[in-house]
């Protein structure tokens, strides 16, 4: 059965010409059952006791235990509707749409969860779908009940949500979807595409799974996993890239051994194809990296010596425990330095912040990426109009496999079947890729929002999302020609540069966005950020300060050479100022 004899299938919008934009926006968690000046140790569900200082306002509480009031999400949607429905051309939506199970008196349920979901999703079809933006969900740790487990499909999370995200599901992607949660779909047709992972199936809460154990062919992990390789295998062929989307971000921390190993290397062997990883999960704004070296299991001797006594008893002696900010600058400060660094060993995983004031302030962000030379819809096109397909890919690739640990003997019976003495398959990276160079479909940065009053928000006064930072560099935000003759700054070394030491210039795009001229406008030129979503003090073509609150890495793009150099930066001790600001942004939402 071919996808349009879908019986339930509904006409598809008018194509929409590329905005160059995608929005990405994570853990909503709302929540029925919040009162204004519930107190914290009740979930903001009760007043008692009334000796507790921490009590929700009429937005939610910041920084705080409790979950999303109904009227904050639905005057973020509201927000998004009203200023971003029109301005991208895809939503990445990665999960944990229900509230946590957090009160006693009020224990979770599958219809709950399920309701909660199915009014997100109504929503999100009338602000996007509806206008022709194709929306990617991701089941969420907070959408299954039990929390945390779920058991391989087909099963009853995998059908409800199947009949929930109906709009969103390709109807040729129903039959793995119902079978495993997971999903890909063609966000800009025969160009780009997204893939919702079920990171459920990797997650090492749920414990009715086996962890994608070598050789266990019928473990759900081990399944999507073979599933995904088998989708990048057939993106990569027709010349398509992709962004890879889920709930829980891959570390060593969430994943189970073997399901972290065989992500990062599928990370690194479609390096080419993969344009970014956006997760969510973690209510916290950060970047990491995955290297060659997790590609590797931990070796059984090393596990095994750190639960001598000797090791346990150094742990307890060690009084702080390190905050996600000090393990990230720690990663980084080891980064080798840029002769030494072959960026095909690397993937960059960006974690967005969330919705929910926990332990965050409400965000969200907008990423973009380059057009230039994107094909335009014609004007005779038929409603489901695919944009031409590219050529076959003529990227060049390796077949280059890491080496492997000196410790490990593959001919040994104990190490033979394990991931890392699996059979070696080509990688594929390129430095001429989207991902290492700025080009077609090249992620350029994004513009994050922050909702910074949402406790003093009330029926006086009004909730607002305000631009909390950039990763762009300024001058990037306006036309190349824009500043009336005169020079653009030159970008700041080491921070704008890309990894051979040559700034990465951002090239000025066709006319993808063609149109007759407007009075303050560029013709034909794609603005990353729309102007009326910047702050006054951005608007104007000469605002190209090298120095602003809002610029906080600068970046020429968001390229895999870009990200390890800011990377290298933020581990620099020298460098107290970033790593400070760094930490602050991480926890406490940008800074006034």
């Known amino acids: 059965m071919k996808p ?7 006409p598809k919008p008018k194509p929409r010409k590329l905005k160059g934009r995608f929005l990405h926006l994570t853990d909503m968690h709302p929540d029925p059952f919040y009162r204004t000046d519930g107190s ?3 979930a903001c569900h009760r007043k008692k006791p009334k000796k507790e200082k921490a009590r929700g306002g009429d937005y939610g509480l910041p920084f705080g235990e409790c979950d999303s009031p109904m009227v904050l999400t639905n005057h973020t949607l509201d927000f998004l509707e009203k200023h971003w429905a029109k301005e991208v051309d895809f939503v990445v939506w ?13 224990p979770r349920t599958p219809d709950e969860i399920y309701m909660l979901n199915r009014d997100m999703v109504s929503r999100m079809e009338e602000i996007f779908t509806s206008r022709g933006v194709p929306v990617v969900p991701c089941i969420g740790n907070n959408d299954v009940w039990p929390h945390n487990i779920m058991t391989a499909g087909p099963n009853s999370i995998t059908n409800e949500y199947s009949s929930i995200w109906r709009s969103f599901i390709p109807f040729e992607s129903f039959q793995v979807f119902q079978r495993g949660g997971y999903f890909s779909v063609e966000v800009i047709p025969d160009h780009v595409a997204a893939v919702s992972l079920n990171t459920m199936y990797f997650y090492d809460s749920n414990k009715a799974v086996g962890g994608c154990e070598y050789g266990d062919r019928d473990d759900p992990g081990n399944l999507q996993f073979d599933w995904l390789e088998v989708q990048l295998d057939r993106y990569r062929d027709r010349g398509l890239q992709v962004w890879l989307t889920g709930h829980v971000p891959p570390s060593p921390g969430n994943y ?9 290397e599928i990370a690194l062997r479609f390096q080419d194809t993969i344009l970014g990883h956006l997760f969510g999960h973690m209510n916290t704004d950060h970047f990491f990296f995955l290297n060659v070296d997790d590609m590797i299991l931990p070796d059984e001797e090393e596990e095994s010596d750190a639960s001598t006594p000797e090791a346990l008893k150094k742990k307890k002696k060690k009084k702080k425990k390190d905050t996600l900010a000090e393990i990230l600058m720690k990663d980084f400060s080891e980064l080798p330095s840029a002769k030494k660094t072959d960026l095909d060993e690397y993937a960059v995983i960006n974690v967005s912040p969330s919705v929910v004031p926990n332990p965050y302030l409400p965000s969200f962000r907008v990423f973009s990426y380059n057009v230039t030379g994107a094909p335009v819809p014609r004007k005779d096109a038929k409603k489901d109009l695919h944009l031409a397909p590219v050529k076959e890919s003529k990227r060049k690739h390796g077949h280059r496999h890491p080496d492997k640990n000196k410790n490990i003997d593959c001919n040994k019976k104990e190490y033979r079947d394990t991931w890392a003495c699996r059979p070696e398959k080509p990688y594929h990276a390129s430095e001429d890729a989207p991902s290492r160079r700025n080009q ?3 992620p ?14 009330n029926g006086t006064v009004r909730p607002r999302f305000r631009l909390e930072y950039l990763t762009y560099a300024l001058p990037s935000l306006h036309p190349p020609s824009s500043g009336a003759g005169e020079e653009e700054p030159e970008p700041e070394p080491g921070l704008d540069a890309d990894h051979d030491g040559k700034p990465n210039s951002r090239p000025e795009p066709e006319s993808i966005n063609s149109g007759k001229t407007k009075k303050g406008k560029t013709k034909g030129f794609a603005y990353p950020v729309p102007l ?13 300060r090298t120095k602003s609150k809002y610029a906080l890495y600068r970046m020429g793009d968001l390229t895999v050479g870009s990200w390890v150099k800011i ?3 933020v581990g620099d001790k020298k460098r107290k100022k970033l790593r400070e600001r760094f930490a602050r942004v991480m926890y406490m939402g940008g800074e006034e």
Do not use: I
Not at 96 to 104: E, G, I, M, T, W
Not at 256 to 264: D, E, I, L, Q
Not at 444 to 457: C, D, H, R, S, T
């Open 444 to 457: 350029l940065g994004y513009a994050q929002y922050w909702m910074p009053n949402v406790g003093e928000a």
């Open 256 to 264: 189970f051994p073997g399901c972290f190993v065989r992500y990062a």
């Open 567 to 569: 990377g290298r930066r």
């Open 94 to 106: 990665t999960g944990d749409s229900a509230r946590h199970d957090n009160d006693r008196q009020h």
């Open 532 to 544: 009326k979503e910047l702050p006054r003090s951005l608007r104007a073509p000469n605002a190209t």
């Open 4 to 10: 349009d004899s879908d019986p339930n299938s509904k």
């Open 40 to 42: 914290e140790s009740s």
């Open 440 to 442: 077609l479909w090249t």
